[in-house]
């Protein structure tokens, strides 16, 4: 596989990632499985892998399946969620993330984490107090690299500034959600990366799994992450008969759609890798099929005319929207307020 620069690190990476929440609890509880996907992603040259404390024992999973290995790994984990009923357990307050970060090194084997990221935005806690804890970690050793996900594009902003105001290392990736579905950081988010020099790795490039072809218009569509889930992007008719023009077009131009879906993340000038995240060995193989698929002009033209650029047809329910979206009462003005307007 070919090699990209993660931002202005100097770190190189495949631009396909292996994903691995998928492998443990949360997907394939097989952990035999598990390390064998891992294995077979390194095999066939991919050298980066995505993982989270809060993906179940997924952790776990990577590290028995490093052993041996860790060298020629990228690895990168992410803290923020919870990890169990304890209330203190998640954000990104120091007090958590000094304790999340040993429990990922444990859990991964390893003394250290190539790239540790923030998975959310904490509203809770300043930024400067989540930086400057992760300062800390950098310098002790633990972490070489620090990045973020799901951030807004002033977010971001906001910590680059936080960082070069106080001497903070800064993020130096950020972890989207893009596919050919789902386009909104085309507007804002890569080109903020691309000024600061972030690497960007993009997460479901498969939309979840709808752009596998397995989710069709006047279909029911009954199979694991459907039935596991009950997302209801999956039954989202916009979306379907996006789909539907997308199967078109792969048939029509010869590449598979999930190969179409994956070219078309890597083909944008500000993304580094496409995180691919298998539940079987039968996933990973066909992922690794379409490594060397290229789409030209033509065929890019022909998706922004079925998804414009910057645009998303309907959106993932897991997709992290921020509490100004998810909580009623940060949008609308109190009853009495309302009344008297």
């Known amino acids: 596989?070919?090699?990209?620069?993660?931002?202005?690190?100097?770190?190189?990476?495949?631009?396909?990632?292996?994903?691995?929440?998928?492998?443990?609890?949360?997907g394939n509880p097989n952990r035999e499985d598990g390390i064998r996907i891992i294995h077979r992603?390194?095999?066939?040259?991919?050298?980066?892998?995505?993982?989270?404390?809060?993906?179940?024992?997924?952790?776990?999973?990577?590290?028995?399946?490093?052993?041996?290995?860790?060298?020629?790994?990228?690895?990168?984990?992410?803290?923020?969620?919870?990890?169990?009923?304890?209330?203190?357990?998640?954000?990104?307050?120091?007090r958590w993330i000094v304790q999340a970060v040993e429990r990922s090194l444990r859990n991964?084997?390893?003394?250290?984490?190539?790239?540790?990221?923030?998975?959310?935005p904490d509203p809770d806690t300043d930024i400067d107090e989540t930086l400057s804890a992760?300062?800390?970690?950098?310098?002790?050793?633990?972490?070489?690299?620090?990045?973020?996900?799901?951030?807004?594009?002033s977010e971001i902003v906001e910590a680059q500034w936080m960082s070069e105001r106080r001497g903070f290392e800064r993020f130096?990736?950020?972890?989207?959600?893009?596919?050919?579905?789902?386009?909104?950081?085309?507007?804002?988010?890569?080109?903020?990366?691309?000024?600061?020099?972030?690497?960007?790795?993009?997460?479901?490039?498969?939309?979840?799994g709808t752009l596998t072809g397995r989710y069709r218009a006047g279909q029911h569509n009954d199979n694991f992450r459907a039935?596991?889930?009950?997302?209801?992007?999956?039954?989202?008719?916009?979306?379907?008969?996006?789909?539907e023009e997308l199967v078109a077009l792969s048939n029509e131009v010869g590449v598979k759609l999930t190969h179409l879906a994956m070219a078309f993340v890597i083909a944008h000038p500000g993304v580094t890798s496409a995180i691919a995240g298998p539940r079987t060995i039968e996933q990973l193989e066909d992922t690794l099929a379409g490594v060397d698929a290229a789409l030209s002009d033509e065929i890019l033209d022909r998706i922004d005319q079925i998804v414009p650029p910057g645009e998303s047809i309907g959106a993932m329910d897991m997709v992290y929207r921020g509490p100004e979206v998810g909580d009623p009462s940060l949008r609308r003005r109190a009853t009495t307020q309302r009344s008297a307007a």
């Open 41 to 94: 992603a390194l095999d066939a040259g991919i050298n980066f892998v995505d993982t989270a404390d809060r993906y179940g024992d997924s952790e776990e999973v990577v590290g028995e399946a490093l052993k041996g290995r860790r060298d020629e790994v990228v690895l990168a984990t992410k803290f923020w969620g919870p990890v169990d009923d304890d209330i203190s357990h998640r954000g990104g307050s120091r």
């Open 134 to 153: 992760l300062t800390d970690l950098v310098r002790e050793g633990k972490v070489r690299a620090i990045g973020s996900s799901s951030m807004r594009g």
């Open 227 to 243: 039935t596991k889930t009950g997302m209801s992007h999956f039954r989202d008719e916009r979306r379907l008969a996006a789909v």
């Open 108 to 120: 991964l084997q390893t003394d250290y984490i190539d790239l540790y990221q923030l998975h959310r």
């Open 172 to 208: 130096r990736t950020e972890q989207p959600n893009y596919s050919i579905l789902d386009r909104e950081i085309e507007r804002e988010i890569l080109p903020v990366t691309e000024r600061y020099g972030m690497g960007t790795l993009v997460y479901s490039p498969l939309a979840g």
């Open 1 to 26: 596989m070919q090699y990209r620069s993660l931002g202005r690190t100097g770190i190189k990476v495949t631009p396909y990632a292996l994903g691995a929440m998928m492998l443990g609890s949360l």
